[in-house]
């Protein structure tokens, strides 16, 4: 069973009480009325979907109910973080070299 850790409740929980919410760092544009139907179907529906570490959006359902980001591994379910909704990106590439050293 996969073991997530929530940020906000600073545990590790089983993966039944999260819900995963999609890809995170998606900005909704600061003016909506001035993009057009491009630009607003590719924030409403355009989406990575890498082979390997991305950043996601996760919900702490049955726990504090909140969103958070992890960085997870697409194939294999490897969890590198979690981090509070609102805190950058972080550089994942940077942070598995310093993981190999
Ligand atoms: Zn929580």
């Known amino acids: 069973m996969l073991n997530i850790r929530c940020p906000y409740c600073e545990e590790d929980r089983p993966e039944i009480e999260f819900r995963n919410a999609g ?3 998606i900005a909704r544009p600061d003016e ?3 993009v057009d ?3 607003w179907a590719d924030f409403l529906y355009t989406r ?3 082979k390997g570490w991305h ?3 996760w919900r702490h359902v049955h ?3 909140r969103f958070f980001n992890a960085v997870r591994h697409s194939v294999d379910d490897r ?3 979690t981090y509070k909704a609102g805190e950058p ?3 994942i590439e940077r942070m598995l070299r310093e993981r190999e050293a």
Do not use: T, V
């Open 32 to 34: 909506p009325d001035r």
């Open 48 to 50: 990575d979907n890498p």
């Open 55 to 57: 950043a996601e959006r």
């Open 79 to 81: 969890i590198l973080l």
């Open 37 to 39: 139907d491009r630009q």
């Open 89 to 91: 990106k972080p550089d």
């Open 63 to 65: 726990g504090c109910g």
């Open 23 to 25: 890809e995170a760092h």
